[in-house]
């Protein structure tokens, strides 16, 4: 008999029967059974129900399996070997995108969701990454569409039961107008069957094939290969463009009801089989569609932060606080036992979605333009009405902040630090993308060579290559990655950056950036403070707290201390950021 918290059990049955109707309730709590005779109550015994998700001492790599190459050796293995040598210290976590044999978009056109790719090496070199406790692995769940070559796809095609009921048919006369889009492809895709020509849903590439969660069987198949990657060692599971993943005609598609449902769904299956397993929510959109998927405490235990990447650096570029201020200011805080997912750059470009209702037109197009003159491109989307409009922004974090021509100056290396240390110092977890740890310029040739735009920012890096730069004290890469373990290194002591501790926005003038962190209990309060201007700023005391004076305080990223009555107005250097602990 399956013993299980009575409270999650109930909430899994009355989400089940929401989605599916009570008819299909029997048969679906059967199946939860089976999986948990297959997999186990309690998959991962090391993560108890209860334990502590996360605190001050958590950040999390994004990588590629292959975004190390050593020679004679599989990926994965060079990727741990420069892991233990550089970061093992540093990082808690490491998310490696999509490792399963894929036919496109780097790893996320899945072939077979349970094997690893043999050009990147293995189960056992993924578990590798979090044995002994050397790192918590992040995998991702590509759940709203599989490869064309899958053989998912194949067996549908062919009319073979039960995967010729996994993708949704469409009708060709289907008014679908309204449906949200992310591309510019067409959305249906044709295929032949043995009932002849159907056109199946695409939203993402034609390679893409979008899975139809209205069979109940495609979701126990995901619930399966969910605690199957638990099983393995994954510790964080993050769900890849869920938002998309219920469609009905007639309406935009994008985060829908249904869609939390199976969001909800994935909660309820891991808190009673794998209590302590982090799900995160990967949702391009604007802010408050975002923070949706907190549900109300019982969908993703962290969503990413979209709206911050283009905010900073809008802010940045400018010298201008005021939107950025405005956005941290009005964060609402996560619901208890949930927390934001703070990052500047990923695998993928800077998305432009999330500025919407944030960013006047006349700066949103000029910050566009301004990208593409330091070599950047655009990826857009279709609307409605068939008109584009810029999706994301395709360049590393660090040349978006470089200046033209002066990519190696010490002012884009100051600016790029004072981005990474701000995104370091919000409530929540940080991110940090490999390329943007080793200050990645644009990697032009790889566009060129594969003809897509995301590629600019998803090189990959010989191991002798990457340690002959980072071996080189005057090189980006060396003064970036010694300064992210440093500022980690501080920041993993402070229990003020816990993700559960409050954040507050602090009222300062323009040009700059301040935020007071406070430890969960109340003990202690951090004072963030930066100056995003290519000018020497001044702050004054009464600005960062009322009784500054009378307080002794420590600046812990330059490491000095002194009595407030003896400070005076604070001079904050260009792209320089405080950490004031008082």
Not at 86 to 95: E, F, K, M, N, P
Not at 153 to 167: L, M, Q, T
Not at 434 to 442: G, I, R, T
Not at 474 to 501: C, K
């Amino acid at each position: 008999m399956l013993v299980v918290d009575r409270t999650v059990y109930q909430r899994l049955r009355t989400h089940l029967s929401a989605l599916y109707g009570q008819d299909e309730l029997p048969r679906m709590l059967s199946r939860i059974h089976l999986l948990a005779g297959r997999y186990g109550v309690g998959t991962c015994p090391d993560e108890p129900c209860g334990r502590v998700r996360w605190d001050q001492r958590d950040a999390v790599l994004i990588t590629y399996g292959d975004m190390v190459r050593g020679e004679g050796e599989p990926p994965l293995r060079s990727l741990l070997r420069f892991l233990e040598n550089h970061l093992s210290d540093t990082l808690s976590a490491v998310h490696v995108l999509p490792f399963f044999p894929s036919s496109s978009d780097d790893g996320f056109a899945v072939i077979d969701y349970r094997q690893v790719d043999p050009a990147l090496g293995d189960w056992e070199d993924i578990e590798a990454l979090g044995a002994d406790d050397r790192f918590r692995l992040m995998v991702d769940l590509v759940i709203n569409h599989v490869s064309s070559q899958s053989n998912w796809f194949r067996n549908f095609a062919n009319g073979i039961a039960p995967e010729r009921h996994y993708f949704i048919e469409v009708e060709p006369d289907t008014d679908l107008s309204t449906v949200t889009r992310p591309r510019t492809s067409p959305l249906l895709r044709p295929v032949q069957t043995p009932s002849g020509e159907r056109l199946v849903w695409a939203t993402f590439s034609h390679d893409q094939i979008d899975v139809d969660f209205s069979n109940p069987d495609v979701l126990f198949e995901y619930l399966d290969i969910l605690l199957f990657y638990v099983r393995n060692g994954a510790r964080i599971i993050r769900l890849d463009a869920v938002a998309y993943l219920w469609k009905t005609v007639g309406t935009n598609c994008i985060h829908l009801e249904q869609t939390h449902l199976v969001v909800k769904i994935l909660r309820d299956v891991l808190d009673l089989l794998a209590p302590g397993i982090i799900l995160l929510t990967e949702t391009n959109v604007p802010h408050q569609e975002n923070i949706g998927y907190f549900g109300a405490g019982d969908e993703a235990h962290m969503v990413y932060q979209f709206s911050l990447p283009p905010l900073l650096l809008h802010a940045l570029e400018t010298g201008e606080s005021r939107y950025l201020m405005d956005w941290v200011t009005g964060l609402e805080p996560p619901p208890l036992g949930c927390t934001f997912f703070n990052f500047t750059a990923s695998h993928d470009g800077i998305g432009l979605r999330p500025l919407e209702g944030l960013l006047p037109d006349a700066e949103f197009e000029a910050l566009v333009e301004r990208m593409q003159q330091k070599g950047g491109q655009v990826s857009w989307r279709e609307n409605p009405d068939g008109s584009r409009t810029p999706y994301e922004l395709n360049i590393t974090y660090f040349d978006a902040l470089s200046a033209p021509g002066r990519k190696d100056s010490d002012v884009g290396i100051a600016r790029f630090l004072c981005s990474q240390t701000i995104m370091l110092s919000l409530q929540g977890v940080p991110g940090i993308y490999f390329n943007s740890l080793v200050a990645a310029p644009n990697w032009l040739a790889g566009v060129e060579e594969t003809g897509r735009a995301r590629t600019i920012n998803r090189r990959k890096w010989g191991l002798a290559e990457l340690e002959d730069l980072l071996g080189d004290a005057v090189q980006p890469a060396s003064r970036v990655l010694a300064e992210y373990r440093r500022l980690l290194g501080i920041r993993r002591a402070q229990a003020a950056f816990h993700p559960d501790g409050p954040q507050r926005a602090l009222q300062l003038p323009a040009g700059l950036f301040g935020i007071e962190r406070t430890v969960p209990d109340g003990s202690e309060r951090i004072r963030v403070l930066a100056n995003l201007t290519a000018e020497p700023l001044e702050v004054q005391p009464q600005q960062i707290e009322h009784d500054f004076e009378q307080r002794q305080w420590s600046e812990l990223i330059q490491g000095w201390s002194g009595a407030g009555a003896e400070l005076g107005p604070l001079q904050l250097a260009p792209y320089q950021v405080m950490w004031l602990r008082g």
